[in-house]
């Protein structure tokens, strides 16, 4: 069979499958993008609140509370006598009598030294003669004049002789006035080789033996008055209007651990220091001698704390140190005597807010309110740094989950600051604070200005805390923490 001229029919056959495929292939890619659209498009609030829940700050919060407030100035001294003088001889030679060793006591006008005065006794004996010669001369004198007259009346002598008689009685009585005042001198003279206690005290810095030769020049010893001892305390010009004479002052001394004493101011000098701004107040203290010992528990030169009290609030309202914050636009506008902070509160629509808080007294981990923050207030502790005023946040229990921000540790908005600080605004006198790093917490270097805590460790005046030694800076973030959750 002639099979040559048969039509073959496997070409049309193959165009055929393979449409056929890419449509099956099409019909599956298209299901599947629908598919996927339907599946993203159902998941996509969830996702949504799931990413925007974990950019939220986590933040932890803490009440605020009440307590007592001492407001107190505490201030370093040193003892000093309430009165010293110094024990001289007014004239020069050899000390023949001595009467007194350091530590003893003695009262005013009781005879310490005498010094030799052999060469003054003589010459007052030769004046005393002196003076008598003048006398005899003088009476002489007046008799002459008297029976002068009486002649002249018979012109037996002339006027010319009377008056030489009166001018030579006038010299004669000139001269004795001269002796006498030379003696009066010289007993003087005399009575300074004697050399008495000017006043009452305890005789310290005994500098001459028997024997020595006394000069005007150079101190025998000092007397000190000790009781009642003195101490003299710089305080803040701001703060002298509330000090009041005979105010009771308490002190800490070191050689007397564990003890106080108490005094009161006796003087508050009349003017201010120019370069410290300060005033030096005069604090007396009670010293009489132990009758055990038979010493003085105080002596000068000894180390005190001292502790001034303005005032006692018991009700104040106190907030946490780490929810304070201090940027650097708030500290360059503060004023003197002002003690500015921020901190965040949260509202029931977990919110931040920042709050500008006007602190008072310093009382290590918390610091009295003056204005600005309400008993019913919550404040950020931990998460507030660079923390933006009205953003959302996450509220935590555990210290361990609240976060600072992803930015760097303190910065704001701003893009400086705020910072957990407590330096002084520029009035500030010299003290143990420093101005706090950017992103720390508020740390106990931290002053308000012109305050002090109380109970010893406040200092030169300022709100501060004293020693330093007390004062301790709390970590920084570590770098995990500084982290936020990633999306």
Not at 109 to 121: F, I, P
Request: with cysteine; charged share 25%.
């Amino acid at each position: 069979m002639d099979h040559s001229h048969r039509p073959s029919t496997a070409c049309p056959i193959a165009p055929q499958r393979f449409a056929s495929r890419s449509l099956l292939v099409f019909v599956l890619l298209l299901a599947s993008a629908i598919a996927l659209s339907a599946c993203q498009k159902g998941g996509t609030p969830a996702l949504a609140a799931d990413s925007e829940e974990k950019t939220k700050r986590k933040v932890l919060l803490e009440n605020l509370e009440r307590g007592e407030i001492i407001d107190a100035l505490t201030v370093t001294a040193t003892l000093k006598p309430n009165a010293q003088v110094a024990v001289l001889s007014l004239m020069t030679d050899r000390i023949i009598e001595l009467n007194f060793e350091d530590g003893d006591e003695v009262v005013e006008g009781q005879v310490l030294a005498r010094v030799r005065k052999d060469a003054m006794s003589k010459n007052q004996d030769q004046l005393k003669a002196q003076v008598e010669a003048l006398d005899t001369q003088i009476s002489a004198y007046s008799r002459e004049l008297d029976r002068s007259r009486k002649l002249l009346e018979g012109h037996v002598v002339s006027q010319q002789s009377i008056d030489q008689l009166q001018t030579s009685y006038d010299a004669a009585v000139a001269q004795r006035r001269g002796l006498l005042a030379q003696r009066s001198q010289l007993q003087i003279n005399l009575d300074n080789a004697t050399v008495r206690a000017a006043m009452s005290g305890t005789i310290v810095n005994k500098r001459v033996e028997l024997g020595d030769l006394a000069t005007p020049s150079v101190p025998m010893a000092t007397i000190m008055s000790l009781d009642p001892i003195k101490v003299e305390v710089k305080v803040p010009e701001e703060r002298i209007g509330e000090l009041r004479i005979g105010q009771e002052i308490r002190l800490r001394l070191d050689a007397l651990p564990g003890e106080q004493v108490v005094g009161t101011i006796d003087r508050i000098l009349p003017y201010i220091n120019v370069d410290s701004h300060t005033n030096t107040v005069e604090i007396l203290l009670p010293n009489p001698v132990d009758p055990q010992s038979g010493q003085r528990k105080l002596k000068p030169g000894m180390f005190a704390w001292a502790t001034i009290i303005f005032g006692v609030r018991p009700n104040a309202l106190l907030v946490p140190q780490q929810a304070l914050l201090l940027d650097e636009e708030l500290f360059a506008n503060a004023k003197p005597g002002d003690n500015p902070r921020y901190a965040f509160v949260v509202d029931a629509q977990k919110r931040a807010h920042r709050r500008l808080v006007q602190i008072g007294v310093d009382l290590d981990d918390r610091y009295e309110v003056l204005s600005g923050l309400d008993e019913t207030d919550q404040v950020i502790v931990r998460g507030h740094h660079g923390l933006e005023d009205g953003a959302e946040v996450v509220l935590s229990k555990d210290q361990s989950e609240a976060s600072p921000p992803a930015t760097t540790a303190g910065q704001d908005s701003k893009g400086s600051g705020p910072r957990d600080a407590n330096p002084s605004p520029p009035s500030q006198e010299a003290g143990t604070t420093g101005q706090a790093p950017n992103g720390q917490e508020a740390g106990g270097t931290g002053q308000a200005p012109h305050r002090q805590e109380v109970g010893g460790t406040g200092q030169v005046p300022n709100r501060q805390k004293t020693p330093a030694a007390d004062t301790a800076i709390p970590a920084v973030p570590s770098a995990a923490e500084a982290t936020p959750p990633s999306n």
